[in-house]
């Protein structure tokens, strides 16, 4: 199976928060802004660059999005499927595995924590 390439045109959205998750994404050229609702706007708390996986927590723990993300100028991104990911990952040993749960679980803690 070879993976699916798909554009976002600058100011698009990629993610919403909120949204369930099935893919997540490799930027491989642009940048993205990531956003998170305060009130009725939305405030940039941080900046993904080619190179970088995108929605990747979401994705890894079946939680809704927990922030948004927009195109700050024209990308295209490498579509990572669940299922393809989900069966790389269950050839993986099981201490890598309670690794990647362990580094979710506590980012997501902390990013509970931060105030915007």
């Known amino acids: 199976m070879s993976n699916e390439t798909i554009n976002v045109a600058k100011g698009d959205y990629l ?3 909120g949204e369930e998750s099935s893919q997540m994404y490799f930027l491989q050229k642009g940048s993205m802004s990531v956003l998170k609702k305060v009130g009725d706007t939305e405030k940039q708390i941080g900046t ?3 190179g970088e996986v995108v929605g990747e927590m979401s994705f ?3 939680q809704p999005r927990c922030a948004s993300v927009k195109a700050i100028n024209d ?3 490498t579509v990572i499927p669940s299922a393809k990911f989900e069966k790389f990952f269950e050839e993986l040993p099981v201490w ?3 690794l990647v749960h362990t580094l979710l679980e506590r980012l997501r803690r902390a990013n509970a924590r931060i105030r915007i």
């Open 96 to 98: 890598y595995k309670a």
């Open 60 to 62: 890894l723990d079946k």
């Open 75 to 77: 990308c295209e991104l």
């Open 15 to 17: 993610i919403r928060e």
């Open 48 to 50: 993904i660059y080619a």
